[in-house]
């Protein structure tokens, strides 16, 4: 006989009664065991076949062995509560005809029944989750909405990087906010109601100290780093010049070529924290730098001044990686910056009389979608030459033909009418020509009480060491390199100047 049979009487007209197993709390906790189990299995394999770890792969496990334990917690709770009912005589849960005759059978239906919701389940939730973690999911399935960030970034230095390893962080606080941020999105998109452009700076990105420097070692002497800059101007000949430039990184050592030393050291020998009262945080009103010796300088705004009281109340961010490198992984490129690189590539000729300049107005013109940009532009760039160069297209087919098409490729990969993305709308801050930049902080109305600007000299930041057509040879000094002979109007620039008061990286710098 039974052992569980139970020791009171058993009711008439039941011969056997299943075991004290067979009850509804026992059957749940044996199906949540089961899923979970079929969980780390699944996560197992995966790991196994696929190589590829998940995401808060460490907190799924964990939520999977926490349902294994609460299905085998309930399993026996449940066996405790129906051998109790029995012993005060109550009649067995389970006792159907033929889950009373055929145990077994019953026992196996159960199973198969757990097993298949616990199986569709699982995969599909499984399934689910690891597609939203993905690249193509962040960048594609919203096609139209994140293209520009999607193009961009495989574009970019970090092609490589997973969107979550920069949008989102490690541990279950990130997941739910990322999940429920997302489902947000989603619906967003599925109400076509969200932001054209999607707003910049993101204010709940994840901290640069959990990200970049998990790959760039922030004290890293990096020192000087040279660029060579190859630059059109806009005349008929499209006359190319170079600049040599040697940029001052620097880092933790301080050399005697490099006071301080270099622009990395901001990060690592002061905090700097600022306000901004402008939501793009491309105007700074207001910064603190504490040193390592405890000193503190307050600098002002002093042609849009901030009031004590506002201080006081408005919300400070201290100066991070992201405050210099806004753009990482989605870079959107100026049309000077583009048809420049385009030409000296040769993919745009140079033999086309004022290509630089045709090319720039082309692109910098407003479109509503990218197939009347393309047509647009082959249009705009026809009707100036046949009216300008008569028989210039037909007597170089081919040389017009390809530059036409990069024009409209470099429109393709840089512009993105649908969402408004572009340039105008994503400030880079490394630099200080096209936007603010470093001169959002290093101008010359930005003083302490007393009256000293936080601008540097052109030369602490950077040095040039030859410019022109020929950059092969240079007479400078590594202490000071030499003035700026500013293209086009061969005027000397070494003193405080706005750049981007005329230039805007379109074509508002030609007119
Ligand atoms: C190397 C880190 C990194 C990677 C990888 C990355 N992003 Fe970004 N993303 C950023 C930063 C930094 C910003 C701008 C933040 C700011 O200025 O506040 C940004 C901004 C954005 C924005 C807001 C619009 C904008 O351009 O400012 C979207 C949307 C976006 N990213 C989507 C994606 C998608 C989709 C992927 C993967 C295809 C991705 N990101 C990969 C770092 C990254
Ligand atoms: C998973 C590792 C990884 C992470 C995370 C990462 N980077 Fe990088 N980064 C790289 C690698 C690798 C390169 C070099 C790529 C190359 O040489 O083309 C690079 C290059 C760069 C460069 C120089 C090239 C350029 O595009 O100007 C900068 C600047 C940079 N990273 C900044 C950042 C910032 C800021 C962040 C945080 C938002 C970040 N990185 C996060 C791996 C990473
Ligand atoms: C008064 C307006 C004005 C100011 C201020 C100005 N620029 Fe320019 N810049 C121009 C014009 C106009 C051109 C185009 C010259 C040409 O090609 O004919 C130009 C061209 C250039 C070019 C060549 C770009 C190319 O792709 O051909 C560089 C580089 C440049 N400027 C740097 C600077 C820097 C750096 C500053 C600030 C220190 C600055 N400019 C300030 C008007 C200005
Ligand atoms: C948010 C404001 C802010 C921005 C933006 C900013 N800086 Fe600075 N920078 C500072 C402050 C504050 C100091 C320290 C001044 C002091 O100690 O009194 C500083 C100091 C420096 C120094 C001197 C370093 C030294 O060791 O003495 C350099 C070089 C420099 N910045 C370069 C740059 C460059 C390049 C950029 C743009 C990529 C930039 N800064 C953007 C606020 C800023
Ligand atoms: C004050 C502005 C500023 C801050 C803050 C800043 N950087 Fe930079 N960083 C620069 C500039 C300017 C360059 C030179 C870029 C260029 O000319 O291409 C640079 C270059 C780099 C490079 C490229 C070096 C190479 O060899 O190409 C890396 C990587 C980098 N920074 C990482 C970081 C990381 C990580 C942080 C945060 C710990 C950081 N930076 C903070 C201004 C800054
Ligand atoms: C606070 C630091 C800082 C100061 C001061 C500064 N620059 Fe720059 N400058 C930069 C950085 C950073 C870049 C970007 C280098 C790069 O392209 O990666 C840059 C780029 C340039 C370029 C190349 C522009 C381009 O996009 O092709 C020119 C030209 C230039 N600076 C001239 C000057 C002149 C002239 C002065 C003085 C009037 C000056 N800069 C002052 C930091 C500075």
């Not at 889950?99 to 198969?112: C, D, E, Q, S």
């Not at 790959?215 to 800059?229: M, N």
């Not at 905090?271 to 040193?291: A, G, H, L």
């Amino acid at each position: 006989m039974d052992d569980d049979s139970p020791s009171t009487p058993i009711k008439k007209g039941t011969s056997a009664q299943p075991r004290a197993i067979f009850n509804p709390m026992s059957v749940v906790g044996f199906a949540l065991a089961l899923f979970g189990g079929l969980g780390e299995v699944f996560i197992f394999l995966n790991n196994l076949f696929s190589g590829i770890s998940l995401n808060y792969q460490g907190v799924v496990v964990m939520l999977f062995m926490l349902v294994i334990i609460i299905g085998l917690v309930l399993v026996g709770i449940g066996y405790w509560l129906e051998k109790n009912r029995r012993k005060s005589g109550r009649e067995a849960s389970f006792s159907g005809e033929t889950l009373v005759r055929h145990p077994i059978l019953a026992l196996m239906f159960a199973v198969g029944l757990t097993a298949a919701t616990a199986i569709v389940i699982g995969t599909g939730s499984y399934q689910v989750y690891h597609m939203t973690e993905s690249v193509e999911f962040c960048g594609q399935l919203c096609h139209s909405v994140m293209n520009p960030e999607y193009t961009t970034y495989h574009n970019s230095s970090h092609a490589r990087v997973k969107c979550v390893e920069c949008h989102i962080g490690e541990g279950a606080d990130w997941f739910v906010r990322a999940k429920i941020s997302g489902m947000r999105q989603i619906y967003g998109v599925l109400a076509n109601d969200y932001p054209k452009p999607i707003p910049t700076p993101i204010h709940n990105l994840r901290p640069a100290r959990e990200t970049c420097e998990k790959c760039h070692w922030p004290g890293k002497f990096i020192g000087f780093k040279e660029k060579i800059l190859t630059y059109y101007q806009s005349d008929e000949k499209n006359t190319q010049r170079k600049l040599r430039l040697l940029v001052k990184i620097g880092g933790e050592e301080e050399t005697a070529l490099m006071k301080g030393s270099g622009i990395h050291f901001h990060m690592l020998s002061r905090k700097v924290e600022y306000i901004s009262r402008s939501p793009d945080r491309q105007k700074i009103d207001y910064i603190k730098v504490t040193r390592t010796d405890n000193s503190v300088s307050e600098y002002l705004d002093t042609d849009n001044m901030i009031t004590d009281e506002e201080i006081k109340n408005s919300e400070r961010r201290i100066m991070d990686c992201l405050d210099c490198h806004n753009r990482p992984a989605h870079k959107f490129r100026t049309p000077m910056k583009t048809v420049n690189a385009s030409m000296k590539q040769g993919l745009i000729s140079t033999d086309i009389p004022q290509i630089k300049l045709q090319a720039v107005i082309a692109l910098d013109t407003d479109y509503k979608t990218t197939p009347e940009a393309v047509t647009g532009i082959g249009n705009a760039l026809r009707n100036f030459y046949e009216k300008n160069y008569p028989g210039f297209i037909n007597n170089h087919p081919k040389k017009w033909l390809t530059t036409v098409e990069e024009i409209q490729a470099i429109y393709k990969r840089s512009i993105f009418p649908e969402m408004k993305a572009k340039w105008k709308v994503y400030p880079d801050n490394i630099g200080h020509r096209d936007w603010p930049g470093c001169f959002r902080c290093h101008n010359e109305n930005t003083k302490t009480k007393e009256g000293k600007a936080l601008y540097q000299a052109c030369n602490d930041c950077h040095l040039i060491l030859a410019q022109g057509e020929d950059i092969s040879k240079s007479n400078a000094d590594f202490v000071s390199g030499l003035p700026f002979n500013h293209p086009g109007n061969d005027e000397i620039l070494d003193e405080y100047t706005d750049c981007n008061d005329c230039h805007d990286g379109g074509k508002t710098v030609y007119e």
